[in-house]
């Protein structure tokens, strides 16, 4: 329940328990009916958030600490430098801080960390390992290698969400270390976690997982799709006139990265095995 105390105390808005976590943690700002709101406090075992209206000239994104774990496969497509998936999986998930992003550019103008509850769901998912020996044969830093996979998985969530015509938010991205099961998605991993990262080879898992309990069938379609995905991620990457990486395509560039979108589009380009130009 979210409550406004600008004057006095009133209920302005009901929000689903799953989505309350990244919309109306702590100082979050809360958007209804063109108005904004800041979240002045956020009352997890009695349901309740408290806010106040606000004219502040940026919005707030919860950053999402995911694991899974695979519980079924239902059907599996193994390639040279892929292995496609779909099946049942368990969703744990952790609000763990927020992005403040200025209208309009996207801009970081700040940030916080949050200490809430895990989650977890039971779902469905689609899922892509790219290989290690694939991997290997890209001759940039492991660093520079983990942020494009996480600008593919980002694009992978749109171009998912328009095949499906669904709203982003129906769908779920984990970028995970297959290796040792780790998140190790550089937009959520703590910069600690990150520099564990960086000395050693890994082998990534990219799931897309119905942001439902138990699933609504979208993973399926995307498995039969699976090629024509990737087909679209590269299409999406070669047509996009930024240089080094938007909203539009992988994503704002990562501290300033320089190569993201040129290693997103190379490993897409490998996993496809099409000649890079
Ligand atoms: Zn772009």
Known sequence: MVVDRTEGEKVIAEVDFSSALETLH?????????????????????RKAFVRKSNADYYTDAITYTKIAVLDIFDQMNG??????????????????????????????????LQLPQQEMHSTAFWITIKEHMLETVNISTEEKIE???????????????????????LGVAVEDNITKTDI??????????????????????????????????????????????????????????????????????????????AARFIISLLLDRVYH
């Not at 702590?26 to 009695?46: I, W």
């Not at 171009?159 to 499906?164: D, F, G, K, R």
């Not at 976690?193 to 000395?199: D, G, P, S, T, Y």
Request: hydrophobic content about 35%; overall charge negative; proline content about 4%.
């Open 185 to 262: 998605n550089p937009r959520t991993a703590k910069w600690g976690e990150r520099q564990n990262l960086i000395l050693r080879e890994f082998e990534p898992n990219i799931y897309i997982y119905d942001s439902f309990p138990n699933g609504i069938g979208f993973s399926e379609v995307l498995f039969a799709r699976a090629v024509d995905i990737f087909e679209k991620v590269l299409d999406a990457i070669r047509s996009c006139s930024c240089e080094r990486g938007c909203p539009s395509c992988v994503g704002p560039p990562i501290r300033g990265s320089d190569n993201q979108k040129d």
């Open 80 to 113: 040279e430098n892929y292995d496609f998936f779909h099946g049942d999986v368990h969703v744990f998930s952790k609000v763990v801080g927020f992005k403040k992003l200025k209208f309009y550019t996207n801009e970081n103008v700040g940030a916080g960390d």
């Open 26 to 46: 702590p100082k979050a700002v809360y958007m209804l009916e063109s108005e904004q709101y800041v979240v002045e406090e956020f009352d997890y075992e009695n």
């Open 148 to 170: 494009a996979i996480s600008g593919i998985a980002y694009l992978m969530r749109h171009i998912c969400a328009v095949m499906l015509m669904c709203d982003v938010k129906d």
